[in-house]
C-alpha cells in the first residue's frame, strides 16, 4: 500500500512539475477572507518565485490522497520567517490556507505550523485578508 | 575681544560652510515600501479605483484580454514578467523599491521580478532615436524645487496594466517627501503620476502612490525565470531520452 502510495505521489509530483510554470495563478482566484487548516506529509516543496510550490499527502474523509497548494514568494516568505530547509519531504506540517473560491482543493498558504513548533506566515497566525491579499496581488 | 571676533567669524565660516554643503535636492536614495493607502500594485487591469475615460476601441481590447486570462486565474507576473509602466511604480505588487539617487542618474529596482528603471538628467539622456522602448521605457528627470519630476515615453502596448496603454502613451510622475514624518516616524515619499495616451484615452488619467522609508533596508533577490528553463530542460532530456542530468 505504500509503494503505491509513493508511486502515485511520484507520479503527481512528476505531474505537476511538468506544469509547474502554468500552476502560477493571480491570488483572486483565493478567498483570503478565510483561513483553513490542512495537516499533511510533505512530498514535494519549492521555495520558488513567482510562488511556492508545495504537494502534501493529506488524509481526510476522501482517504489518503494528494493536494497541490501554492503560496508566497520566497521573498515574502523569508520577511515571514521561513528560511532554507525549514520544509523537507516527509515533513508533517500544518498549513493555513486561503481556500479556492471554486470549492477545489488545494489553496493558498498564508502560514505554515512545522514539527518541532516552529511556525512560519504572513501575519502570525492573525487573519489580515487584506494585507495578504495585497502581498500576494498580481503575482 | 578678539576671543568674540574670532568666535563670530568661526560660526560664519560654519555657515556658509553648511550652506554650501547642504544638497541642492532632496535624497531620495533607500529602501521604501508601501505607506498604506491608496494601495496600488499588481498587473490586474480590471481594479481601477476610478472609471476610466477610456475609447471603445481599446476598451473592447481590454474587455476580450480580460474575459481570456481572468477565468483562468492568470497574470503577467506569475510568468515572470515585470510589471512596467505605471504599475511598477504605483507598487509593483506590494513588494519594495530602491532608489539610489546621483545628480546625473537616478536608478530605481522593484524588488518584483528584479524590475530596474533609469532616470537620466541633462547631458547624460540619449537621443531620441537611440531610446529602446520598453514596459518601462524610456525616463528622463528633471528637479522643480524639492520635486522630482520624471518624464516616461517609448512604452510600448500594454492591455495587461491596471492603467492599460498604447505605445504612444506619456507619463509623468512628481516626487516629493511629505514635510513630516508618518506615525511610525518613517519618512513619505508620495508619487504621483499622470498618463496620457491618445490612442486609448480621451483625457489623463492619474494615480497616486505613497512610500514610506525603510531605514537600513534591503531588497531581496527575485530569480524567477528559473522554472521556465527548469521545465523546458525537462523536455529536452525527454526527446533525447536520457535523464536530466
Known amino acids: ?69 501554492e503560496g508566497h514568494s520566497t521573498n515574502n516568505m523569508y520577511r515571514n520567517g521561513y528560511r532554507k530547509g525549514m520544509v523537507n519531504e516527509g515533513d508533517i506540517v500544518t498549513v493555513n490556507v486561503a481556500p479556492l473560491k471554486n470549492g477545489g482543493e488545494g489553496g493558498y498558504v498564508v502560514s505554515a505550523d512545522l514539527a518541532g513548533g516552529t511556525h512560519f506566515g504572513m501575519v502570525s497566525r492573525s487573519l489580515d485578508a487584506a494585507k495578504i491579499q495585497q502581498q500576494a496581488e498580481g503575482k | ?55 471603445p476601441g481599446p476598451k473592447a481590447r481590454v474587455d476580450a484580454y480580460n474575459k481570456l486570462v481572468q477565468p483562468l486565474g492568470e497574470t503577467p507576473g506569475g510568468w515572470c514578467l515585470g510589471t512596467g509602466l505605471p504599475g511598477s511604480m504605483l507598487g509593483s505588487g506590494g513588494y519594495p523599491m530602491e532608489i539610489v539617487q546621483r545628480e546625473e542618474q537616478i536608478n530605481i529596482v522593484y524588488e518584483a521580478h528584479n524590475e530596474a528603471r533609469r532616470v537620466y538628467f541633462g547631458a547624460r539622456n540619449a537621443p531620441q532615436e537611440d531610446r529602446v522602448p520598453g514596459r518601462n521605457g524610456y525616463s528622463s528627470g528633471h528637479w522643480e524645487g524639492d520635486t ?86 525537462a523536455e529536452i532530456a525527454k526527446k533525447a531520452g536520457v535523464p536530466v542530468p
Open chain 1, 1 to 69: 500500500m505504500n509503494k503505491l502510495i509513493t508511486l502515485i505521489a511520484a507520479g503527481a509530483v512528476a505531474a505537476a512539475l511538468s506544469g509547474a510554470a502554468s500552476a502560477h495563478h493571480s491570488a483572486v482566484q483565493f478567498d483570503f477572507t478565510k483561513q483553513v487548516p490542512i495537516k499533511g506529509v510533505v512530498t514535494h516543496f519549492r521555495a520558488i518565485n513567482p510562488h511556492m510550490q508545495l504537494i502534501l499527502r493529506v488524509n481526510d474523509a476522501k482517504g489518503e490522497h494528494l493536494v497541490e497548494f
Open chain 2, 1 to 55: 575681544m578678539i576671543n568674540k571676533l574670532s568666535v563670530a567669524l568661526a560660526a560664519t565660516l560654519l555657515t556658509a560652510s553648511a550652506l554650501a554643503a547642504a544638497p541642492k535636492h532632496p535624497d531620495f536614495t533607500g529602501v521604501w515600501t508601501n505607506a498604506g493607502a491608496p494601495a496600488m500594485g499588481g498587473t490586474t487591469n480590471a481594479a481601477a479605483n476610478v472609471p476610466l475615460p477610456m475609447l
Open chain 2, 148 to 233: 522630482l519630476v520624471v518624464e516616461t515615453d517609448n512604452l510600448v502596448d500594454q492591455i495587461d496594466q491596471r492603467f492599460a496603454h498604447s505605445d504612444e502613451a506619456k507619463v509623468v510622475e512628481r516626487y516629493h517627501l511629505e514635510p513630516k514624518l508618518d506615525d511610525k516616524g518613517r519618512r513619505v515619499l508620495v508619487a504621483d503620476m499622470t498618463l496620457t495616451d491618445p490612442k486609448f484615452y480621451s483625457a489623463p488619467v492619474s494615480a497616486q502612490k505613497r512610500w514610506a522609508q525603510v531605514p537600513n533596508g534591503r531588497l531581496l533577490p527575485y530569480e524567477c525565470a528559473e522554472e521556465g528553463w527548469t521545465a523546458r530542460l
